[in-house]
């Protein structure tokens, strides 16, 4: 084991690997509070990649609705018993200012065990505490969709009289998109007893040679995330591959210009922006959209950090959900991250109108700046809309979009109308 820093736990922590940050790193900003659960995403993938014999319960992107669902069942419920059962300090956090710095440890310190850290003090025979998910948990991408939590148990049907009012309802469930997070520090990777498992160093994807693979679900057993998946019809394992020669720009369309994955590109909601982060975390670019809503503005925030693997996809919280649940999934960045999407900002008014504009990915985003629209109050704090432009530009320099923040219209003449 080596010691790695790792920015979403604000520590070093124990990796079998030295800390090998890549040239840039691909990663993804999901807005929960957009997404329609109408699994375009999830068809998208399918189509492309995962439609063969040995495939079929193959689905490198789910979206599942919390609290209840999962793919595979429990998986989430499952890796938090066993942080929870073994760990010492389970799950705790220091989030004092002393605790936090900007860069480095912007949520503060996890004080407790990674699932690398939980495998080596309590001697199990694993580089990461893991499991199998057993053929049945494999069944369906969105159980219990739809299905709401509630303060009432869900026999007691009293659903009228339960609130639904913001900041947080009573009865509540929201979806959570997946992928494979192309983690920094991958357990799937570090688990694969063959070596058959790489990140690569000019964009962070993280894939798995199936010449090497012997199908030994090292992978499937260690991902956190369940996201390597094993096909018996060949006997090895495969997973999410981010659409690598799409983000390599050998699609035609995009002129050779990288490419959003095809999940991404699909996203019929607009929730999805798909790039590269600045390899170097502790310099983020002000002007690469995804630096900036993930490092600087800290709006989106990553998946169960607790785990330990720096997972490279993050997410904009859902506004009503409880804020236990959500801190107990994203982190305590919840409250800020939160706060900043309910009364936002000129610059995040204008970068969440890039999401799903074009299938090009952004290395580079500009506002030009219009009149005040519109002026309000939210939880007692001033919110003004400002009709800026904001421009997105690919890594050549090409200008791609420009987009207004109030959408513009066109009403008809009253003469023009012809009714009947
Ligand atoms: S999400 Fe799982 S499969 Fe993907 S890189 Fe991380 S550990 Fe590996
Ligand atoms: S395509 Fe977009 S809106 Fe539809 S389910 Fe997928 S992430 Fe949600």
């Given at each position: 084991m080596t010691l790695v820093h790792n920015w979403h736990l604000g520590r070093k922590m124990e990796y079998p690997y030295f800390e090998s940050r890549p040239k840039q790193q691909f990663a993804a900003v999901f807005n929960?509070?957009?997404?329609?659960?109408?699994q375009t995403c999830t068809m998208a993938h399918k189509s492309t990649w995962?439609?063969?014999?040995?495939?079929?319960?193959?689905?490198?992107n789910n979206v599942e609705t919390k609290p209840y669902g999962g793919y595979p069942q429990f998986w989430d419920h499952k890796i938090l018993q066993l942080l929870w059962d073994n760990g010492n300090n389970p799950m705790e956090w220091f989030t004092s200012d002393d605790d936090k710095d900007a860069v480095a440890a912007p949520y503060g310190l996890y004080n407790s065990d990674t699932i690398f850290e939980l495998a080596q003090t309590k001697g199990l025979n694993q580089v990461a505490v893991g499991y199998i998910p057993d053929d049945?948990?494999?069944?369906?991408?969105?159980?219990?969709?739809?299905t709401a939590s509630s303060?009432?148990?869900?026999?007691?049907?009293?659903?009228?009289?339960?609130s639904s009012e913001l900041p947080e309802h009573k009865r509540w469930f929201f979806y959570l998109q997946r992928i494979?997070?192309?983690?920094?520090?991958?357990a799937c990777l570090a688990a694969c007893p063959r070596k058959a498992i790489y990140k690569r160093k000019e964009d962070g994807i993280v894939l798995i040679d199936q010449k090497r693979c012997r199908g030994y679900r090292k992978c499937v057993e260690q991902c956190p995330y369940k996201k390597p998946m094993y096909r018996g019809e060949t006997r090895i394992s495969e997973k999410c591959i981010a659409c690598y020669p799409r983000v390599e720009g050998k699609d035609p369309i995009t002129k050779g210009r990288r490419m959003e994955a095809r999940c991404m590109a699909a996203c019929v909601g607009k929730i999805r922006l798909n790039g590269l982060l600045t390899g170097d975390y502790t310099k983020p670019d002000p002007k690469n959209p995804l630096d900036w809503l993930i490092h600087i503005h800290r709006v989106a925030l990553p998946l169960y950090p607790q785990f330990g693997t720096e997972p490279n996809v993050y997410y904009i919280p859902p506004r009503w959900a409880p804020r236990s649940y959500l801190r107990q999934m994203f982190g305590p960045g919840v409250e800020e991250a939160l706060e900043k999407y309910a009364t936002p900002s000129r610059e995040l008014m204008a970068v969440l109108q890039l999401f799903r504009t074009t299938q090009t990915m952004f290395a580079r985003f500009e506002i030009e700046e219009g009149k005040k629209i519109y002026e309000t109050q939210v939880d007692g704090r001033k919110f003004e809309v400002y009709n800026d432009t904001v421009i997105g530009f690919a890594s050549d320099g090409t200008e791609m979009v420009r987009v207004q923040v109030e959408e513009p219209t066109w009403e008809s003449d009253e003469k023009r109308m012809v009714t009947y």
């Amino acid at each position: 084991m080596t010691l790695v820093h790792n920015w979403h736990l604000g520590r070093k922590m124990e990796y079998p690997y030295f800390e090998s940050r890549p040239k840039q790193q691909f990663a993804a900003v999901f807005n929960i509070n957009r997404c329609i659960a109408c699994q375009t995403c999830t068809m998208a993938h399918k189509s492309t990649w995962t439609y063969s014999k040995g495939q079929e319960y193959m689905w490198w992107n789910n979206v599942e609705t919390k609290p209840y669902g999962g793919y595979p069942q429990f998986w989430d419920h499952k890796i938090l018993q066993l942080l929870w059962d073994n760990g010492n300090n389970p799950m705790e956090w220091f989030t004092s200012d002393d605790d936090k710095d900007a860069v480095a440890a912007p949520y503060g310190l996890y004080n407790s065990d990674t699932i690398f850290e939980l495998a080596q003090t309590k001697g199990l025979n694993q580089v990461a505490v893991g499991y199998i998910p057993d053929d049945k948990e494999w069944r369906f991408p969105n159980i219990y969709e739809d299905t709401a939590s509630s303060e009432k148990t869900n026999y007691e049907t009293e659903a009228a009289s339960e609130s639904s009012e913001l900041p947080e309802h009573k009865r509540w469930f929201f979806y959570l998109q997946r992928i494979c997070n192309h983690c920094t520090y991958p357990a799937c990777l570090a688990a694969c007893p063959r070596k058959a498992i790489y990140k690569r160093k000019e964009d962070g994807i993280v894939l798995i040679d199936q010449k090497r693979c012997r199908g030994y679900r090292k992978c499937v057993e260690q991902c956190p995330y369940k996201k390597p998946m094993y096909r018996g019809e060949t006997r090895i394992s495969e997973k999410c591959i981010a659409c690598y020669p799409r983000v390599e720009g050998k699609d035609p369309i995009t002129k050779g210009r990288r490419m959003e994955a095809r999940c991404m590109a699909a996203c019929v909601g607009k929730i999805r922006l798909n790039g590269l982060l600045t390899g170097d975390y502790t310099k983020p670019d002000p002007k690469n959209p995804l630096d900036w809503l993930i490092h600087i503005h800290r709006v989106a925030l990553p998946l169960y950090p607790q785990f330990g693997t720096e997972p490279n996809v993050y997410y904009i919280p859902p506004r009503w959900a409880p804020r236990s649940y959500l801190r107990q999934m994203f982190g305590p960045g919840v409250e800020e991250a939160l706060e900043k999407y309910a009364t936002p900002s000129r610059e995040l008014m204008a970068v969440l109108q890039l999401f799903r504009t074009t299938q090009t990915m952004f290395a580079r985003f500009e506002i030009e700046e219009g009149k005040k629209i519109y002026e309000t109050q939210v939880d007692g704090r001033k919110f003004e809309v400002y009709n800026d432009t904001v421009i997105g530009f690919a890594s050549d320099g090409t200008e791609m979009v420009r987009v207004q923040v109030e959408e513009p219209t066109w009403e008809s003449d009253e003469k023009r109308m012809v009714t009947y």
